[in-house]
């Protein structure tokens, strides 16, 4: 048989094709020595790996004391990180403003939308949700299969929200935070239209004026949804908190939280950012750049947080498996509870 060198050219250059797009997927990152100064994210998997996620220089990846960061050079769809989490088969998902990648420990792959007809809001244990940086008003669940791209029920907000005469070039349904209470709920905070939680089969609206826009024209959003000791909702603010009732048609009431509060704010925003409700029931809540609050259940104290004389912007918090805190910071890179004060953290 007579094997032309025009076939012979081919097939070298279909091999080197494929080498190439095989070299290309595979994500080997880049071994450094440092995190960078803003990172907004941290997590740690179920191998005990540490993820932290930058504001544009991709995320970090510390294992053992190996540290490496993956970018778009090696999959991912953007460096601008805003949350990290785990399905239960290890996969770890980035997710973007753009929208999610998945990690399965060699290559990054996109998650694309399922086109569906009629409505797939439902409540499984593997669901994943997202709502990519608040860049629509859309949420997103991901069952382990499908990711749906969901919308929030119109609610009528003219009764409650009056302040909607400066022009809006989003929707008031912008998803800003998720959360999940003890029972199992999701929460979805928006930037103007309140929150939401959702039981699998329904969901009840939480409107009132602190939530949306406020008298001097800021808008803090409802960014974390937190359950007390007390079984109390905390919806991104000192201000107010929630007592659910449960029912058929389940309804909310609304108390304040601590009775001196002015005196503790001491001129600073009464929203939080972040948060979460440790294992004791025990709140810890970020502010921008007035610090970390706990709540015990009764009381409310402030840890203030600073490097080097300068003030320390605060973008999140997060336990993790031994029952440590971390805080993410858009100006000092990451932070670790001792027990006693918030210290900067350095990779060894």
Known sequence: ??????????LILLISVWACKAHKNQATGEVVENLNENIWKIYQDTKGDYWFGSNGNGVYHLSGKTLKQYSTH????????????????????????????KYDGK???????????????????????????????????????????LKLP???????????????????????????????NMW??????????????????VGDKELSRLK??????????????N???????FISKYKIIPDDNPAY???STVANLEELLDGRIAYFNSGLTDKEGNLWMTTYGGGVWKYDGENLFNYPITHNGETVLLMSIYQDRQDTLWLGTQNFGVFKFDGGTFKKFEVD
């Open 253 to 255: 009431e609304k108390e």
């Open 107 to 149: 290559t990054f792959t996109r998650l694309e939308l399922t086109e569906v007809d009629g409505n797939k809001w439902a409540l499984t244990e593997k669901d994943l949700w997202f709502n990519c940086n608040g860049n629509a008003e859309n949420v997103y669940r991901y069952d382990g299969v499908n990711l749906y791209e």
């Open 231 to 237: 079984g109390y909702m905390w919806l991104s603010n």
């Open 154 to 184: 119109i609610q009528d907000l003219s009764h409650t929200f009056e302040r909607f005469e400066k022009p809006m070039n989003y929707s008031p349904y912008t998803v800003f935070g998720i959360n999940k209470d003890k029972a199992g």
């Open 188 to 205: 979805f905070g928006t930037v103007l239209a309140g929150a939401f939680r959702f039981d699998g089969k329904k969901f009840l609206w």
């Open 74 to 101: 090696d999959g991912l769809i953007d460096n601008t990180i805003r949350g990290i989490q785990e399905d239960q088969e290890g996969n770890i998902f980035i997710e973007s403003p753009v929208g999610v990648c």
């Open 216 to 229: 001097d024209g800021r808008e803090p959003g409802v960014r974390s949804m937190l359950e007390d000791k």
């Open 1 to 10: 048989m007579i094997f032309k060198f025009e076939n012979f050219f081919l």
